[in-house]
């Protein structure tokens, strides 16, 4: 059983079927539920997603149900049944998809057998109401009905083509950006990337995602279930990784993808090499400042597991600071905690860090104050400081206490605009120097 | 006093743990699309109640509105009885409260929220167990004066037995537990919302108060004195702290004591909403029931009129509040010199905006007092759209003038809004949070009907409305830029169709 959870940094099943779907182009969300959860969900991500904004339908343009009382007691299927009708002739889009609320659920309505009626309109519907899980689940959700209701079946493989999934859209606030720099790099060794929500994609090409002779999930939370789907339904095998931010990552990255669809080493070493030594000539910017004023950090990650090891390793790793603690949010079953925490082994740094899986901010606060308390009784106190941490907008508070420096990258991030920014692979690590280290020069 | 928006209203639901929702106790029209003369009629026959519409779009929830009045009170920690999707946009939200609070010199403080994270097995066995834990885990870490509990859609059908619990627990925990009924479902009108936060605060929250003031060095006779000239203010989520200034300003001038509350109030003060003279709405649709039960416990006598934006509204407001302490002459003098003021101030942008077309949507009191202004300075007001329509704004509209005034009632509902805004080509449009954004992929510049920081309010808020519509048209190549690069998803049939065709008597509500 879950537990309830402090300052949650996750929407509902049916938030991440919003944030989902609205992420896919020309695809409209019909939201069997009541009045308000559309609009409400749908602006968690437009505004707390570093103002993603609404998109093409999202926000309030989102064709509701609207089931009010009487519904509850007399059934929704009917105004489910002209909503889809009236959306399908006043909304232009190339897939409708029904999505539902915990209300219709709980009375029973089977929206997704009404939207079934629909099907040649380019109807299909999901089952998403907000008890059946987080944002996670809801992508899941989504991206499972689409891989079996929408991607067609083929034996013909494309053998340079993978689908690459687990970047949630809206979760991942770096969403665009991380797919374009890892979409091109992939591209770079002849690999073509399937992924939903780039630039580029569009209904008619996620009908061939069948094609692909690979599924890689970026994460351990989201997207397994659509990797099963993959395989199970078109018989592609997957495998999950990191999300690859700096050389080092990314080096492991292209090889794990490049030798499992058998692209020959040179191609892929020589673009490791220009790519990293594009990275350096950059990074070498700021090796004057970085040691005159002396920029290693005691680094604190707290953020969800999709983010949580990359950033550490990438701060650990590339900028030799000292991984100190992470705090990892949406993990509960202890066999994945301890796979999770094994990660961690590989870094090289000699401090690895303490790790702790928690999903209420208060007490990832009360560990954060034991560690600063400890050791501020003693005139000579070997304290982490300085301090830096990497998080979402819900640990600026701590920061502020605490007189770190910070930078929030995990959703939620309300105190920033992203646009294309992204922060994997060899340019996106650049990104996120510039930001972690503008932190640092801010006040000068 | 004989109060003509709330005449017949009845205020004793405190005995019961939920308020009757706006659909049972007041009533009104939430989608209508024609004529305003039409709306007039229709309106007093009933027939505009009655109607729904077919193609429905997102609107609002009422657990959000409550949120809005509960979640401004100091040292409170909000558990949101519910999956982790409703309140979810609060993970964004730190920074906004906290921005609020500091313009009012407020201590800052971390917005604590708990979901209970209801999950399928909740949903079979009932949420209370874990709510309990929530509850004294909220107790033991924060040790708040308050924990408010929101309730969402799911308990509110599997049957979580909420104020039982509350009951239970209410002696074995130091915060006053406050439990909120606010199920999405339960009501077509989100102003619902606005009630249950108020119930909440009526029956669970506010209390006796201990001593008669703050330090304890007031005298029987001065603490009366005190009394008899305070006035409480009754502030919204959608106002900023410097229309409060403007208000207190106004108020003070007439040589009376201003008290704003409820929004960001500590407990200390609420348990003193009793002391004062006068209780004051700013905006009818939001406080009759606060204000209506304020005066069955107090005996508080209350104005509840209209939302003093622009000048004739502002000028009315005072004449409601000037006319209980008997000072006719006073507010007379005041206006007399605040108008004065005021219009040679506005000259140099009613020479911008006179004979601009404006379009004005949002919420009812809101528009129509803003509508009401820009017409005073000269501007066309060419068409309006209000969230839902009541009793408490019928009198505004039957002081518009014109017949044919298009009206389009519904609670966002873009893609109605901007078919009319594309016949209507408004130079101008101001709409509330939600709609701008479309509103500038149609082309049209705009500019916010409220803001948390913006004085719309008093003589000072009518200089700004129109500040910032002079200033919007000082360049408006945004809104060209974004409407010639953008695509909206609104099909041809829907643009070329009639919004009046959408609007059918409904079925089921």
């Known amino acids: 059983m879950s537990d309830f959870i402090e300052r949650s940094k996750f929407s509902c099943a049916l938030g991440?079927?919003?944030?989902?779907?609205?992420?896919?182009?020309?695809?409209?969300?019909?939201?069997?539920?009541?009045?308000?959860?559309?609009?409400?969900?749908?602006?968690?991500?437009?505004l707390s997603s570093g103002y993603r904004g609404t998109g093409y339908c999202g926000g309030n343009m989102i064709p509701t149900s609207n089931i009010t009382q009487s519904h509850i007691v007399f059934g929704g299927e009917e105004k489910l049944a002209g909503q889809i009708e009236s959306t399908i002739r006043y909304i232009k889009g190339d897939l409708y998809i029904v999505v539902t609320g915990c209300q219709t659920e709980l009375i029973g309505d089977d929206a997704v057998g009404?939207?079934?009626?629909?099907?040649?309109?380019?109807?299909?519907?999901?089952?998403?109401?907000?008890?059946?899980?987080?944002?996670?689940?809801g992508y899941d959700e989504v991206l499972c009905t689409l891989i079996k209701e929408v991607v067609e079946k083929t034996d013909e493989k494309e053998e340079k083509t993978i689908n690459l999934i687990g970047i949630v859209p809206g979760h991942d606030v770096f969403f665009k950006g991380n797919i374009e720099h890892l979409t091109d790099l992939l591209k770079r060794i002849g690999i073509r990337a399937n992924t939903f929500f780039g630039d580029g994609e569009s209904i008619e090409k996620i009908k061939t995602y069948g094609r692909a002779k690979l599924t890689v999930v970026l994460s351990e939370t989201a997207g397994q279930l659509a990797a099963k789907a993959f395989e199970n339904v078109h018989k592609i095998p997957y495998i999950t990784t990191d999300l690859p931010i700096g050389p080092k990552a990314t080096e492991k990255f292209l090889k794990l993808i490049g030798e499992a669809l058998g692209i020959e080493k040179e191609i892929i070493d020589r673009v490791v090499k220009d790519e990293k030594k594009y990275f350096y000539s950059y990074l070498e910017r700021i090796v004057d400042a970085a040691s005159d004023l002396d920029f290693q950090r005691y680094a604190v990650?707290?953020?969800?597991?999709?983010?949580?090891?990359?950033?550490?390793?990438?701060?650990?790793?590339e900028l030799g600071w000292i991984p100190y603690?992470?705090?990892?949010?949406?993990?509960?079953?202890?066999?994945?905690?301890?796979?999770?925490k094994n990660k961690f082994d590989r870094l090289t740094s000699y401090t690895k860090p303490e790790i702790l899986f928690e999903s209420k901010s208060g007490l990832i606060e009360k560990k954060l104050d034991l560690i600063f308390k400890e050791q501020t009784d003693s005139k000579y106190h070997d304290r982490p400081e300085p301090m830096f941490i990497i998080g979402s907008v819900v640990e600026r508070g701590l920061a502020k206490k605490y007189g770190t420096g910070f930078l929030s990258v995990a959703f939620p991030v309300s105190n920033r605009v992203v646009l294309n920014k992204g922060y994997a692979g060899f340019r996106g690590a650049l990104t996120l120097t510039e930001d972690l280290l503008s932190e640092l020069v801010s006040a000068r | 006093m004989a109060n003509l928006l709330t005449g017949d209203l009845k205020y004793d639901y405190l005995s019961v743990d939920e308020p009757p929702v706006r659909d049972e106790r007041i009533g009104?029209?939430?989608?209508?699309?024609?004529?305003?003369?039409?709306?007039?009629?229709?309106?007093?026959?009933?027939?505009?109640?009655?109607?729904?519409?077919?193609?429905?779009?997102?609107?609002?929830?009422?657990?959000?509105?409550?949120?809005?009045?509960?979640?401004?009170?100091?040292?409170?920690?909000t558990i949101i009885h519910s999956p982790l999707g409703c309140c979810s946009n609060l993970a964004g939200m730190a920074g906004v409260r906290n921005i609020s609070r500091a313009s009012r010199g407020l201590k800052t403080e971390n917005q604590t929220f708990i979901h209970t994270n209801l999950d399928e097995l909740d949903v079979v066995n009932g949420g209370i167990e874990k709510l309990r834990r929530a509850i004294l885990y909220a107790d033991k870490e924060y040790q708040p004066e308050v924990i408010a509990i929101m309730n969402g859609c799911v308990p509110g059908v599997i049957g979580d037995d909420v104020d039982g619990l509350v009951r239970e627990l209410q002696p074995k925990v130091s915060a006053r537990l406050v439990p909120v009924h606010c199920e999405g479902f339960k009501s077509r009108f989100v102003s619902s919302g606005y009630d249950a936060a108020n119930h909440g605060i009526l029956k669970y929250l506010i209390r006796e108060p201990k001593d008669t003031d703050e330090s304890g060095t007031e005298t029987e006779y001065e603490s009366k004195e005190r009394i008899s000239k305070t006035v409480n203010i009754f502030n919204v989520g959608s106002n900023s702290h410097k229309d409060e200034l403007e208000l207190s300003r106004l108020i003070k001038k007439l040589g009376l004591i201003p008290r704003i509350v409820p929004l960001h109030a500590s407990v200390y003060d609420l348990d003193r909403l009793g002391e004062a003279a006068l209780n004051v709405?700013?905006?009818?649709?939001?406080?009759?029931?606060?204000?209506?039960?304020?005066?069955?416990?107090?005996?508080?006598?209350?104005?509840?009129d209209v939302l003093p934006i622009g000048i004739n509204c502002t000028n009315r407001w005072l004449r409601k509040i000037a006319g209980h302490f008997h000072l006719e002459k006073e507010v007379e003098e005041l206006i007399e010199e605040e108008t004065r003021e005021l219009i040679k101030a506005i000259e140099p942008f009613v020479k911008v905006l006179k004979g601009k077309r404006a379009f004005v949507g949002g919420g009812e009191t809101r528009i129509l007092t803003t509508a009401d202004f820009y017409r005073s300075i000269g501007m066309e007001i060419v068409g309006i759209k209000s969230h839902n329509l009541d009793r408490f704004v019928q009198y505004l509209l039957d002081e518009i003038d014109n017949p044919h005034l298009p009206v389009e009632v519904a609670a966002g509902q873009p893609a109605e809004e901007?078919?009319?805004?594309?016949?209507?080509?408004?130079?101008?449009?101001?709409?509330?949070?939600?709609?701008?954004?479309?509103?500038?992929?149609?082309?049209?510049?705009?500019?916010?009907?409220?803001?948390?920081?913006?004085?719309?309010?008093?003589?000072?808020?009518?200089?700004e409305l129109a500040r910032r519509a002079a200033r919007a048209l000082k360049n408006t190549i945004f809104s060209k830029n974004i409407s010639q690069n953008t695509e909206l998803p609104l099909s041809d049939e829907w643009m070329q169709t009639y919004p009046k065709k959408n609007i059918v008597r409904g079925a089921l509500f």
Not at chain 1, 20 to 46: E, F
Not at chain 1, 126 to 135: A, I, L, Q
Not at chain 2, 295 to 304: D, M, N, S
Request: net charge neutral; glycine share 10%; aromatic share 10%.
């Open chain 2, 281 to 304: 709405s700013i905006c009818a649709t939001h406080d009759d029931y606060m204000l209506g039960h304020l005066k069955e416990r107090y005996g508080t006598e209350y104005v509840l």
């Open chain 1, 325 to 340: 603690f992470v705090a990892v949010n949406d993990i509960e079953d202890d066999k994945l905690q301890e796979e999770y």
């Open chain 1, 114 to 137: 009404v939207a079934l009626k629909y099907r040649e309109n380019n109807v299909i519907g999901v089952s998403t109401p907000g008890f059946k899980g987080n944002t996670l689940r």
């Open chain 2, 418 to 463: 901007l078919n009319l805004l594309k016949r209507l080509k408004p130079d101008i449009y101001i709409g509330h949070i939600g709609a701008n954004g479309w509103v500038t992929k149609l082309g049209i510049p705009n500019i916010p009907l409220f803001g948390t920081t913006i004085n719309y309010m008093g003589y000072s808020g009518a200089y």
């Open chain 2, 28 to 77: 009104g029209c939430t989608a209508y699309f024609g004529c305003c003369s039409g709306l007039k009629e229709d309106f007093r026959k009933g027939c505009a109640q009655a109607l729904n519409r077919k193609f429905s779009q997102s609107g609002g929830c009422q657990l959000m509105l409550a949120m809005g009045i509960i979640n401004t009170i100091s040292n409170i920690v």
């Open chain 1, 301 to 317: 990650i707290v953020a969800d597991s999709y983010y949580a090891y990359p950033l550490t390793e990438f701060v650990s790793e």
């Open chain 1, 16 to 46: 991440g079927a919003i944030t989902t779907i609205t992420a896919i182009p020309k695809a409209i969300p019909i939201v069997h539920a009541s009045g308000g959860c559309a609009a409400a969900l749908s602006n968690t991500y437009n």
